[in-house]
């Protein structure tokens, strides 16, 4: 079985940080609306994209607002007896069990992009372990207090690519600003 690559994807302040108390250290609603909108993205509109998540980052989603929505959820978790509810939802116990599920059918025919969304550790074992397609990267250019900061990797092993789809420049919201980039893994 041919393992599928992942995208991920991330929002990481000045100082590194990604989360703080289990939430996003800033509400930026048009960055949100970005993660959203490239997260469900499709060429082919019979098909789904998957989110691969965190057990923590799961239960970061507002009860109201999860599963996401027209998406397959995957959720890593290592407690056996983890029951999440919802359509479309699956819990894993591996980051590869959860591409040995999205790389074999029946989800393997349904699902175009496989995007992992965090957390910490699920960033970090995917770029260890070269599992990355691409990398949508959004920096923030303002530091926040956090407690869950994005992995250390080398620059070295991405290049920056363009996609069309991907806003370019300096955006802004309550004077806080933001940069897009994609990074391809080599
Ligand atoms: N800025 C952003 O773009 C962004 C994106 C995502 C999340 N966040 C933020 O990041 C924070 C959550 O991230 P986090 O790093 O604390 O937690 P997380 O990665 O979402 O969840 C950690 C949990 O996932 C499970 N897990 C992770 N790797 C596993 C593996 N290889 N095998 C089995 N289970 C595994 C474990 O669950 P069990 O403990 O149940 O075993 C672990 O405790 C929140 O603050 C969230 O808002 C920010």
């Known amino acids: 079985m041919v393992l599928r690559k992942m995208n991920l994807i991330v929002a990481v302040a000045s100082n590194g940080g ?16 970005y993660f959203v909108n490239t ?9 789904k994209n998957a989110v691969v998540l965190g057990r923590k980052t799961w239960e970061s989603i507002p ?12 959720i890593v978790t290592s407690q056996k007896d983890f029951v999440a509810e919802g359509k479309d939802v699956y819990v894993v116990h591996s980051l590869q069990e959860a591409q040995e599920l999205l790389s074999t059918p029946p989800l393997a025919d349904k699902v175009e992009t496989i995007w992992q969304v965090g957390g910490a550790s699920l960033y970090q074992e995917a770029i260890e372990k070269k599992l990355v397609d691409k990398l949508y990267l959004t920096k923030i250019r303002k530091e926040y207090d956090a407690d869950v900061f994005f992995p250390k990797y080398n620059e070295e092993d991405f290049v920056e690519i363009s996609d069309p789809h991907v806003p370019e420049g300096v955006l802004e919201e309550d004077g806080v600003e933001w940069t897009h980039h994609v990074l391809q893994m080599k």
């Open 63 to 74: 009860p109201t607002m999860r599963p996401m929505k027209g998406k397959i959820n995957v």
């Open 18 to 33: 990604i989360g703080k108390n289990n939430d996003l250290p800033w509400k930026l609603t048009k960055e949100f609306r």
């Open 39 to 47: 997260t469900r993205r499709l060429e082919d509109a019979s098909k």
